[in-house]
Structure formats: structure tokens, C-alpha cells
């Protein structure tokens, strides 16, 4: 009788050793006399103990910062480069029999593979096409890990690190193209100012009052500010009749300069 009920204690502790209690996002790969004899899990499972072994894996994202890596890049500029990568078990079974430390291993491919990515690029894709090369590393770290089970989710460069002389260097070629746009929008203004008003100058040319009325539009425009200056306004008509005048004088003395000239020939 004593015997039997230290066998049923004795089966009763074995039995409550051997429950585990699996979480949502966890499974286990259970070994029975060392060989893989599957996945398990969530839930409430049976691993007998010295019969079976279990490993516990994660499915949940990890985040898994990538230290600064020194690359150079495709035009010969050293940077200093930082990322992050998201990645999850996406295979158990892989992730526990296929490879010892899952997280070490993507640790190191996901540093080659940024330094090599790096030197495929020029700086200033680097700094302008950063979705570009963060899909690139994603899909280059992925393929690589796809056998060990995991699912690489994504990649993304956080910093950027360049020489001080080329940080020097670049913002001078940045305010070099800022006055290169101011000078071209300037020349631009200028241009259609031009043209503006060339096309005023026409319509008052072709409208004989236009001028007149613009002259009475200065005078209200002077007299609105004032100041101390006299504006003594002369009609166009008297304009017109001053430069006729003109051009007659200078008709007439032509004239008599060709006379003088030919009495001169004529006299012995």
C-alpha cells in the first residue's frame, strides 16, 4: 500500500513537472531522445522530463539596433553610418535546429550587409533616396536569413554621419545653387517687366491721350506724398511743337550752310 501511494505521488509530480503553459506568441520545439519531434504550441503542453527537452522561441518583432558602421561609400566619401532592423521568428523549427543564435547571426549579416550596400551607393544617394537603399538592405538581409527561419520586416538608416570638410564643402555648393535661383527668378522678373512694359509703351503711343492721362495720374501720385517737390506739367501738344521747331532750325541752318558753301565756289 506504502508503495503505491509513493507511485502515484511519484506519478503525479512527474506529470504536473511536465506541463508547460505556452503563450500567444510563443512556441516550443520539443526533442524526444535528442531527435526534433515538432512545434508546439500556444497552449497548455506536455514535455516529459528525461524523456523530452523543449526550446522556447519568440514570434514576436525585435527590434535590434545596428551600431555605427564606418563604410566608404561608391565616390570615395567615409560615413558613418547607424540602422535598425525588425525582424521576427517566422520559423521555429528553423530558427532552434538550423542555426544556434538567431539574433547574433542577423546581428553580423545585417552589419556586412550595410557596409557593403553602403559602398554601392554614391553620398548623395545616401542622403536623397534613403526609402530606396532602406528596401534594399531589408531585401538583401531577408533573403540571406530565410533559412534560418526568420522574416526580416524591415530596415532603416537612422543617421549619417559625414567629414567636417565635406559637410563645408556641401553647404557652400548649397548656397551656390540658392543664388543660382535667386539670379535666375531675378533676370525672369526683369524680363517680363521688360516686356510689360514694352507693350505699355506701345498702347500709349498708338492713344494720343493715354500719355496725357498718365502724366495727370504722377502728378496725383507726387501730390499724395507730400513733400516739398513742384511739378511743372507741359502739355504734349507743346512737346510735339518744340521738336518740329527743332527740326526746322536745324533744316534751315543746313540751308544756309549749303548757300555760304556755294557763294564760296561761285565768287573768282
Known amino acids: 500500500m506504502e508503495l503505491l501511494l509513493v507511485f502515484l505521488f511519484f506519478l503525479f509530480g512527474y506529470t504536473l513537472s511536465s506541463i508547460r503553459v505556452i503563450k500567444e506568441y510563443e512556441k516550443i520545439v520539443v526533442f524526444t531522445l535528442g531527435r526534433a519531434d515538432g512545434v508546439r504550441g500556444p497552449g497548455l503542453q506536455l514535455v516529459f522530463p528525461l524523456l523530452q527537452q523543449s526550446k522556447k522561441v ?51 549579416i545585417a552589419q556586412t550587409t550595410l557596409r557593403s550596400i553602403l559602398g ?18 531589408s531585401a538583401v538581409i531577408d533573403r540571406q536569413t530565410e533559412g534560418w527561419g526568420i522574416k ?88 510735339d511743337m518744340a521738336r518740329g521747331a527743332a527740326k526746322l532750325f536745324q533744316e534751315d541752318k543746313g540751308e544756309k550752310i549749303k548757300i555760304k558753301e556755294k557763294q564760296k565756289e561761285e565768287a573768282p
Open 58 to 108: 519568440d514570434l514576436r518583432v525585435l527590434t535590434m539596433p545596428i551600431p555605427m558602421q564606418e563604410a566608404i561609400t561608391k565616390d570615395n566619401v567615409s560615413v558613418k553610418t547607424a540602422a535598425v532592423c525588425f525582424f521576427q521568428v517566422d520559423d521555429a523549427f528553423k530558427a532552434v535546429t538550423k542555426i544556434e543564435d538567431p539574433l547574433a547571426a542577423t546581428m553580423q
Open 152 to 239: 526580416v520586416m524591415a530596415v532603416e538608416v537612422k543617421d549619417v554621419e559625414i567629414p567636417q570638410s565635406m559637410q563645408r564643402a556641401m553647404a557652400k555648393q548649397a548656397e551656390a545653387e540658392r543664388e543660382r535661383r535667386a539670379k535666375i527668378v531675378a533676370a525672369e522678373g526683369e524680363m517680363q517687366a521688360a516686356e510689360k512694359l514694352a507693350q505699355a509703351a506701345e498702347v500709349i503711343s498708338a492713344t494720343p491721350g493715354a500719355m496725357q492721362l498718365r502724366q495727370l495720374q504722377t502728378m496725383v501720385e507726387v501730390s499724395a506724398e507730400k513733400n516739398s517737390t513742384l511739378i511743372f506739367p507741359i502739355p504734349i501738344e507743346f512737346m
Open 120 to 137: 554601392q551607393h554614391e553620398l548623395d544617394e545616401l542622403l536623397t533616396e534613403r526609402d530606396a537603399i532602406n528596401a534594399k538592405l
